[in-house]
């Protein structure tokens, strides 16, 4: 009896473990990211805190507009634990986002490891974000001040319908948030996806696949 409750707990606390994981809970004060070391960890090795200098958990540059003169009319600088080493093992990372006037597109994309939370600070932004199986898609017009969270894993994007330009910035809740951008996922892999699959997938002919996959091979 003793050995069944006790096991019943021990697979108790490990479900719970699973069910509120995210990234790892820092187990020192900090652990500053030695983006140097060869070593392959679950996140980064930590620099010696001797060695640490108050550099390590500094950033300048969220004040600097992007380059918004691509297709997309976007542009997204993420600051993470490769570009501020202090963020290592603290679980969260921050980004700015710029958008051309009139259809800058931060397009649909996933976060695998964050959730993310969107103040706008200039501008008008259409956004939304679609919920696994069977789809449904919450969606809002934010302006200046205005907040919004799209939860991990789930496909989001960020469109400017207004006539200036439009910054944002962003919270993630891991300071390796990952990014999955769908249409460059889907039809921009290397290797490719059979054409097969994604006619079949998509419900359309192989010649617009090819046309597609030609858009997005790099």
Request: glycine fraction near 8%; hydrophobic fraction near 45%.
């Amino acid at each position: 009896m003793a050995y069944n409750t006790w096991f019943l707990l021990t697979l108790l606390a490990f479900v719970l473990s699973q069910a509120i994981a995210s990234d790892p809970s820092p187990l020192q004060d900090f652990c500053v990211a030695d983006n140097t070391s060869q070593v392959i960890v679950n996140g980064v090795v930590c620099k010696n805190p001797n060695d640490v200098k108050p550099e390590d958990f500094f950033f300048s540059g969220l004040d600097k507009a992007g380059n918004t003169s691509g297709k997309l009319g976007s542009s997204v600088n993420l600051v993470n634990a490769q570009k501020l080493a202090g963020l290592n093992t603290l679980g969260i990372s921050i980004a700015r986002l710029d958008f051309a006037p009139y259809g800058g597109l931060n397009p649909p994309h996933i976060h695998p490891r964050a959730t993310e939370v969107l103040t706008v600070l200039e501008g008008t932004l259409y956004v939304g974000f679609v919920t696994s199986n069977p789809n449904k898609l919450f969606s809002k017009v934010l302006n200046k001040g205005d907040v919004y969270v799209f939860p991990q894993g789930l496909l989001h994007f960020q469109f400017n319908i207004g006539p200036v330009p439009a910054v944002a910035i962003a919270g993630l809740s891991s300071q390796n948030p990952g990014v999955i951008t769908v249409a460059n996922a889907v039809f921009g892999s290397n290797p490719s996806i059979s054409d097969d699959v994604l006619a079949k997938a998509f419900m359309l002919d192989k010649k617009t696949v090819d046309w597609l996959q030609a858009q997005f091979s790099n």
